[in-house]
């Protein structure tokens, strides 16, 4: 199957600064790629679609100037934790669509401190 | 409001009993996914179930859809301790964004 790699895995960051979120398709291309939030023993939460070459798509209830989407390349999306605060952590997951399935990065744990 | 309203949410079994979890929507879908995760990790796929009535089997997992595709079960047999998970239905109702069921936690003692 398709492959998507989602780094860092775990990341501790201070209040008020910013962490980048990178998932990759390392072995076919997404235009499309979805970012989720899950919080422990929860669903997954759909924040957005990234787009490559244009704008993100958020839903509704996201700040989109607060969790930043640059899906610069068919391989790439980062996601962009901006002005971080100990209510941003969470579990955060990538996934992208191949052959009508969709597959998930490993998840990145946000702690902020 | 969920679109896919997925139950129980939390299961505890002894090793060796059997369980169902239960996903079911209002609307129609051209398929249903089953994904378990594991603690810090993301889904991985067990099952995409297509066709109205259709019944899939994974090892000790059985999968079925309903007939007018907007419910689905997943049935395992004399559990193990490594069926332990979240396990998530999801379906893509519009926009190749997938919706998931609010997730049933697994718990298999033994």
């Known amino acids: 199957g398709a492959v998507v790699s989602q780094h860092p895995s775990r990341v501790i960051c201070k209040s008020g600064t910013s962490v980048k979120i990178e998932c990759r398709s390392l072995?076919?291309?997404?235009?499309?790629m979805f970012w989720y939030r899950q919080f422990p023993k929860q669903s997954l939460m759909l924040m957005a679609t990234?787009?490559?070459?244009?704008?993100?798509?958020?839903e509704q209830g996201v700040e989109k100037d607060k969790f930043l989407i640059n899906h610069a390349s068919l391989t790439l999306s980062t996601l962009t934790v901006t002005s971080a605060h100990p209510e941003d952590s969470s579990f955060y997951i990538c996934?992208?669509?191949?052959?009508?399935?969709?597959?998930f990065g490993q998840g990145t744990r946000l702690t902020v401190v | 409001t969920q679109l896919l309203e997925q139950s129980p949410q939390f299961l505890s079994i002894q090793e060796g009993e059997n369980l169902t979890v239960y996903c079911n929507s209002s609307?129609?879908?051209?398929?249903l996914q089953w994904y378990r995760q594991e603690p810090g990790e993301g889904p991985v796929l067990l099952v995409t179930?297509?066709?109205?009535?259709e019944v899939k089997k994974l090892k000790r997992l059985t999968f079925q859809f309903g007939d007018a595709r907007k419910d689905s079960s997943l049935h395992i047999t004399a559990a193990q301790p490594g069926d332990t998970g979240l396990y998530l239905c999801?379906?893509?109702?519009?926009?190749?964004?997938?919706?998931f069921g609010a997730g049933t936690t697994v718990t298999v003692r033994a």
């Open positions: 996934s992208a669509h191949f052959g009508g399935e969709a597959f």
């Open positions: 072995d076919f291309q997404a235009t499309t």
């Open positions: 990234s787009n490559e070459g244009s704008k993100a798509t958020y």
């Open positions: 609307s129609v879908f051209s398929s």
């Open positions: 179930v297509v066709t109205g009535g």
């Open positions: 999801a379906g893509e109702p519009y926009d190749y964004k997938l919706s």
